[in-house]
Nanobody
Framework: QLQLTESGGGLVQPGGSLRLSCSIE????????YSWYRQRPGKERELVAT???????KYGDSVKGRFIISRDNAKRLVYLQMNGLKPEDTAMYYC???????????WGQGTQVTVSA
C-alpha cells in the first residue's frame, strides 16, 4: 500500500512558476508509475503528466512545453515543475501512484493551485 501526500500548491500570478511535490510512503514504491491529475471547478479530473517506473514521460496537451514531471526514488518524491502558469491552470492537483500490472492505484489528498493576478 502507498500513501501519497502532495504539497507546494498556492497562489501565483500568471506567468509564474510553482513546483509541486508528492511524498510517497510504502514499500516497492519504485515499481509504480506516478501521475499528476488536476480537477478544475465544474470539470472532470484530467491527466496532467505521467512518469513511469523506468522514466518514460507523458504530458497532457494543455501543459506540454510548460510542465515537467520528475521523480527521485531515493527521496521518495515525485515533482511537477509548472512554468508559464495561466489562469486556466487553476485547479486541485492530485498525485496518483499506479501499477498497471497489478491494477493497484492510490491517490493523494490534493493540493490547490490558484493562478490569478
Amino acid at each position: 500500500q502507498l500513501q501519497l501526500t502532495e504539497s507546494g500548491g498556492g497562489l501565483v500570478q500568471p506567468g509564474g512558476s510553482l513546483r509541486l511535490s508528492c511524498s510517497i510512503e510504502g514499500f516497492i514504491h519504485d515499481t509504480y508509475d506516478y501521475s499528476w491529475y488536476r480537477q478544475r471547478p465544474g470539470k472532470e479530473r484530467e491527466l496532467v503528466a505521467t512518469i513511469s517506473s523506468i522514466g518514460i514521460l507523458k504530458y497532457g496537451d494543455s501543459v506540454k512545453g510548460r510542465f515537467i514531471i520528475s521523480r527521485d526514488n531515493a527521496k521518495r518524491l515525485v515533482y511537477l515543475q509548472m512554468n508559464g502558469l495561466k489562469p486556466e491552470d487553476t485547479a486541485m492537483y492530485y498525485c496518483k501512484g499506479h501499477n498497471d500490472f497489478s491494477g493497484k492505484f492510490y491517490w493523494g489528498q490534493g493540493t490547490q493551485v490558484t493562478v490569478s493576478a
